[in-house]
Nanobody, 124 residues
Framework: QVQLVESGGGLVQAGGSLRLSCAAS????????MGWFRQAPGKEREFVAR????????HYADSVNGRFTISRDNAKNTVYLQMNSLKPEDRAVYYC?????????????????WGHGNQVTVSS
C-alpha cells in the first residue's frame, strides 16, 4: 500500500504563492498518474491538476489554469503543486492522489490512494 504525505500548506495573502509537496512511499511511484484535488468547506472535492507518469501532459481545472503548475520528480517519489496568484476562493484542504487507471484525469473515483490533506488558507 503506497502512502502519500502532503506538506507545504499554510496561510498566505491573496496574490501570494505556496508550493505543496506530496511524498510517496513504495517503488511504483513512477508508474502512476498523480493528481491534486481540493475540498473547500461545505463543498464537494474537486479536481485541481493531474500529471502523467513521465511528467508529461499536465491537465488543469479551468479555475487554476495559468496560476498553478503540477510537476513531479520520480527520483524523489514526489509530486508538487506550485500555486501562484492565490485567491481567497483557493482556500481548501488539498489532497494528492495516485491512479493506476490509464487515462485518469479529473474523476476522483479513478484515483486509488489518497493523502490525508493539507490546509491552504488565503486571506483577502
Amino acid at each position: 500500500q503506497v502512502q502519500l504525505v502532503e506538506s507545504g500548506g499554510g496561510l498566505v495573502q491573496a496574490g501570494g504563492s505556496l508550493r505543496l509537496s506530496c511524498a510517496a512511499s513504495g517503488p511504483t511511484f513512477s508508474l502512476h498518474i498523480m493528481g491534486w484535488f481540493r475540498q473547500a468547506p461545505g463543498k464537494e472535492r474537486e479536481f485541481v491538476a493531474r500529471i502523467r507518469c513521465n511528467g508529461g501532459n499536465p491537465h488543469y481545472a479551468d479555475s487554476v489554469n495559468g496560476r498553478f503548475t503540477i510537476s513531479r520528480d520520480n527520483a524523489k517519489n514526489t509530486v508538487y503543486l506550485q500555486m501562484n496568484s492565490l485567491k481567497p476562493e483557493d482556500r481548501a484542504v488539498y489532497y494528492c492522489a495516485y491512479s493506476g487507471k490509464v487515462g485518469a484525469v479529473g474523476r476522483a473515483k479513478d484515483y486509488d490512494n489518497w493523502g490525508h490533506g493539507n490546509q491552504v488558507t488565503v486571506s483577502s
